[in-house]
Structure formats: structure tokens, C-alpha cells
């Protein structure tokens, strides 16, 4: 099965039209870059994927099964979203707190919390942070206090919208790594990016986005084919 499928998929904010009979689908382990020009309909899609938004027309299928309004929040589970500004995830006065909000309202008992809080700092580069304040981070840590809070969901997939935006190369270095590794343990990883070089060097699936369709899916070779 693949790890999503969307097909025909429309939507609409009030008049304007976002998504425009998007298709595509995306195989278990992949490294995607999910590229193209703003305004292309990425951020409605990843709203989509993330089930806080159902598509007008068309269908989103996450390994196999349908979402709708009645069983997105179950599948959500299976696919963790980290927000291109960290400030819109981040909301608890310390990172441990913060980590832990997601496993804890799984109903997960403490010890398994804390399990995973420590897991996911360590996985993030973050190990220690716990009682830090994550407000007095900077940028590229608050960067990974979210992604570490998707983590401790234990997702199947995870989506970035723009993780590279704003850091600076030494972070960038890290963040690429981190994904590797994400990867290796057996992730499916989307990245929403406008870095070429990027994605050249890191995805092994291109997917092109333009006015709401799809205009061109492949392996990164593509980036480099002329119009
Ligand atoms: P991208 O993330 O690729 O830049 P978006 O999904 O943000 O694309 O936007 C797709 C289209 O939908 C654009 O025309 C954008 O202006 C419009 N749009 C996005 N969000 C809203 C919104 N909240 N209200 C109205 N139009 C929106
Ligand atoms: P991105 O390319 O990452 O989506 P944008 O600058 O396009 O960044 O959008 C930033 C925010 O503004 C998003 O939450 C998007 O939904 C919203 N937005 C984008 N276009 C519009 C619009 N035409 N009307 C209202 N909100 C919009």
C-alpha cells in the first residue's frame, strides 16, 4: 500500500481555488521533496494530510484508508506534521512539557511518557533541554522541540513544511541528518521546500506542484530536466 494516495483532490477558500485535481501517491519509505512556486497549494495540502482540512472534491487515502471527518484524527496519528514557524506548535512552558503533550493525550501512563520525551531529545540533539523554557530557544531549537513533539507520536510519516527556512548552515547540516536518520528508522519523509540543491542531494522523489495539480513526480533528475 502506499504510504498516501491523493486522488482528484479540489479545494476551495471561499472563491479561491487552491487545490485543482491533485493527484498523486507516495510509497512507504520514500524521501520526498514536495517542491513548487508559492501559491502552488502545498500548505493546503499538508492541511489536508493533516486532516484539519477535508478536500471539497477528490479523496486522501493514508496507507490505504480513507480519511474523512470522522476517522481523521485516528489516522493523524500516523502522520505528524511540523509547521513551517515552530511558534505555532510550541506552547507549554517547558520542553519536556511540550514533547510529552502529544503521547500524553494518547493516554500513555507516565513512565511511557517520559520514555518517549527522553527519545525524542535525544533523537532532536536536545538531550538535557527538559526543564528548559522553549520560548528562550533559538529558532533552529525551537525548530527541533517541534519536531521532536511529532516524534513522540511514533508517526509513520512526517511532514515538514519548509524546515530549512531561516537557519543557518551548520543547522541546516544538522536538520539534514536529522531526517537521514528519521529515515533510517523507517520513516516516510515529506519535505516542503524551495531548495533545489536541497532536494537534489537529499529526496529520492520529486513531487511538482503548480496551481493546485501536480506538474511533474519523479526521482530528482527531473529538477535538472529543461521545461
Ligand atoms: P503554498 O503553500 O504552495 O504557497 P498555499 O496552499 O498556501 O500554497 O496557497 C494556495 C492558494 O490558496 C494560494 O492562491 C493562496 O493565496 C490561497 N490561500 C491559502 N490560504 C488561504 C486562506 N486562508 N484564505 C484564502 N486563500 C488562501
Ligand atoms: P506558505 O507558502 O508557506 O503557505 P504563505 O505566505 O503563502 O506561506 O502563507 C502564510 C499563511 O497565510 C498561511 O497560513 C496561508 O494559509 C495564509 N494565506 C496565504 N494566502 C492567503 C490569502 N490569500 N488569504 C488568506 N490567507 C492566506
Redesign the pocket.
Known amino acids: 500500500k502506499p504510504a498516501i494516495e491523493v486522488r482528484e483532490a479540489t479545494f476551495h477558500?471561499g472563491s479561491?481555488q487552491a487545490l485543482n485535481g491533485l493527484s498523486f501517491s507516495i510509497r512507504q519509505g520514500a524521501k520526498v521533496a514536495l517542491m513548487g512556486p508559492?501559491?502552488a497549494g502545498?500548505?493546503?495540502l499538508i492541511?489536508l494530510l493533516n486532516g484539519l482540512e477535508q478536500p471539497s472534491s477528490g479523496e486522501v487515502t493514508i496507507f490505504g484508508e480513507p480519511m474523512s471527518s470522522s476517522n481523521a484524527q485516528l489516522l493523524r496519528r500516523r502522520i505528524g506534521v511540523v509547521y513551517?514557524d515552530p511558534d505555532d506548535q510550541i506552547f507549554s512552558p517547558t520542553v519536556g512539557e511540550d514533547v510529552a503533550f502529544g503521547p500524553r493525550n494518547l493516554g500513555l501512563d507516565e513512565t511511557s511518557v517520559q520514555q518517549r520525551v527522553a527519545e525524542a531529545l535525544h533523537a532532536v540533539g536536545l538531550e538535557g533541554f527538559d526543564s528548559r523554557s522553549p520560548f528562550e530557544l533559538s529558532y533552529g531549537q525551537k525548530r527541533r522541540v517541534a519536531i521532536a513533539g511529532v516524534l513522540a507520536m511514533k508517526p509513520d510519516v512526517i511532514v515538514l513544511?519548509?524546515p530549512m527556512a531561516f537557519l543557518d548552515p551548520k543547522s541546516r547540516d544538522q536538520l539534514q541528518q536529522l531526517l537521514e536518520a528519521m529515515h533510517s528508522d523507517g520513516l516516510t519523509v515529506i519535505v516542503?521546500t524551495h531548495d533545489v540543491d536541497f532536494a537534489a542531494e537529499w529526496a529520492t522523489d520529486v513531487l511538482m506542484m503548480k496551481e493546485g495539480k501536480l506538474l511533474a513526480s519523479g526521482s530528482p533528475e527531473l529538477l535538472f530536466e529543461p521545461e
Open positions: 477558500y479561491r508559492n501559491g502545498k500548505s493546503t492541511a513551517q513544511d519548509e516542503a
